[in-house]
């Protein structure tokens, strides 16, 4: 009869707990959709503000801007972290075109890679080497390449349905293209668009030209899609075509920029931190409303959905909005060092890093008991149609959180459309849908908030 007992209070216990969160999600998912203010936040971020690229001025706007935010929430601490990042300009709009012949030209779109060298006054026109990898460069050797512009053409693998597998399959041709074909004296490099879709929108991102000496490095740019495949199709009826192109960009004195964090002070845990973040900084081409001002916003929503529905934390839960993801890193490498040396103890961190697309669920890095906690609550997501809960990556700024016991997650929007946008022109408001943005921030608070009830497991 006691066991009965026990087993009778086990499952009544069991049966409330998981009522009692789903009504605290529902509550979270009414207050973002019927009440949310991510997507205003947002459209002041992209429109009056625009692309956010380190060191900037917009960017300090953007830090003005967003503690501003933070500080109207009534949080218990909002305060600036200084850290020093590098300050790259583009300059004047790049140029290109394919010369076919004497005086017979057509012009193609491009755009210089952040961190690009110039090209120098009167830009550079040489023949094309056309490869598919950076291995294919040693096989042709110096005596093919020297005095040539090598053209990176392999693009993302479209049958991978995880397009972030398909864009890992190809970046190493932008981040390490130019460092690795001025070994063989290519005078430039031009890299096909880290993009899907076949259109005119160059697509920049970082590159690294490693320990190459300064005077020895070559300027890089990426092609549009289009263009690559024209510049690929005619080389195949004229080898000996010219390619120009004129990059305008330097790169200047590293400047202070900030870090933007606000926090929620833990009720009896207050010592355990969880992170929730974005980057703030973004490329310049377009407003970085989807990379990443998407995360920044709903990260900041994060908060006010815990303080507006009554939900007393645990633990600490803080927002940090990073500076310089795209080109250095520089604001998660300072955060997670300044954890270190006071000390703090980051028990869970969440980033929002791939766009605001409609959530499809999360991927955690982290120990495998913690995985499966993760994977029990997935029936309290079904009825907003998150469902993926799988081993992965989080995100580059909470990256260097990474410790033994800490959870780590990151939101999976659906990547379908993301890399249309990705670090080009049209990466801009307009493309960014209000409820999509929305269901993203309650499913951020709403996985916060069961690590928060429930707490790590520590192995």
């Known amino acids: 009869m006691k066991k009965l007992f026990v087993f009778i209070f086990f499952i009544t216990t069991v049966a ?24 205003e936040w947002l459209r002041h971020l992209s429109n009056r503000i625009g692309g956010r690229l380190s060191g900037s001025v917009e960017a300090q706007q953007a830090v003005d801007y967003t503690k501003r ?25 790049e140029f290109a075109y394919i010369e076919t012949a004497p005086g017979v030209t057509n012009n193609v779109p491009i755009c210089a890679l ?114 690559a495949d024209f510049l690929s199709a005619t080389l195949k009826l004229n080898s000996e075509l010219n390619f120009f192109f004129k990059l305008n960009c330097r790169q200047l004195e590293d400047v202070e920029s900030f870090n933007v964090i606000g926090e929620i ?94 959530p499809r669920g999360f991927s955690f890095d982290c120990s495998d008991a913690n995985l499966k906690q993760a994977q029990s609550w997935a029936s309290l997501f079904e009825p907003y149609m998150v469902h993926l809960f799988v081993k992965g990556g989080s995100g580059a700024d909470i990256g260097p959180l990474k410790e033994d016991g800490i959870v780590l997650a990151g939101l999976r929007p659906d990547s379908q459309r993301y890399f249309d946008h990705h670090h080009a022109e049209n990466d801009t408001f307009e493309h960014v849908n209000k409820r999509e943005l929305e269901l993203g921030a309650a499913a951020m608070t709403s996985l916060i908030y069961l690590f928060d009830k429930y707490g790590i497991i520590s192995e």
């Open 265 to 358: 002070k833990g009720s009896t845990k207050p010592d355990e931190i969880m992170v929730v973040g974005g980057h703030l900084d973004s490329w310049d081409l377009g407003d970085g409303s989807h990379d990443d001002g998407a995360g920044c916003v709903q990260s900041i929503e994060v908060l006010r959905l815990i303080k507006k529905s009554g939900y007393k934390p645990q633990r600490t839960i803080r927002t940090v909005l990073f500076m310089n993801e795209e080109n250095g890193l520089r604001g998660g490498n300072e955060y997670a060092k300044v954890a270190k040396t006071k000390n703090e103890k980051h028990v869970f961190g969440l980033e929002s890093d791939a766009g605001g697309f409609t």
């Open 69 to 93: 935010q933070l500080d109207s929430l009534s949080l218990d601490r909002v305060w600036l972290q200084p850290v020093m990042v590098p300050k790259w300009v583009r300059g004047a709009p």
């Open 114 to 227: 952040g961190g690009s060298v110039a090209t120098g006054g009167r830009g550079i026109k040489a023949k094309v080497i056309e490869v598919q990898s950076i291995k294919e460069l040693e096989t042709l050797g110096k005596e093919k390449i020297s005095g040539n512009i090598v053209f990176f053409n392999r693009p993302m693998n479209a049958s991978l349905i995880n397009t972030f597998q398909a864009y890992s399959g190809c970046v190493d041709q932008r981040y390490a293209g130019a460092a690795e074909a001025g070994k063989y004296e290519a005078l430039g490099v031009i890299v096909r668009s880290m993009n899907l879709r076949q259109d005119d929108f160059p697509h920049t991102g970082s590159m690294s030209y490693g320990d190459t000496p300064v005077n020895e490095r070559i300027p890089a740019a990426a092609i549009s899609t289009n263009g």
């Open 16 to 39: 409330f707990a998981q009522n009692e969160d789903t009504e605290q999600l529902r509550e979270f998912y009414d207050l973002a959709l019927n009440e949310g203010q991510s997507y």
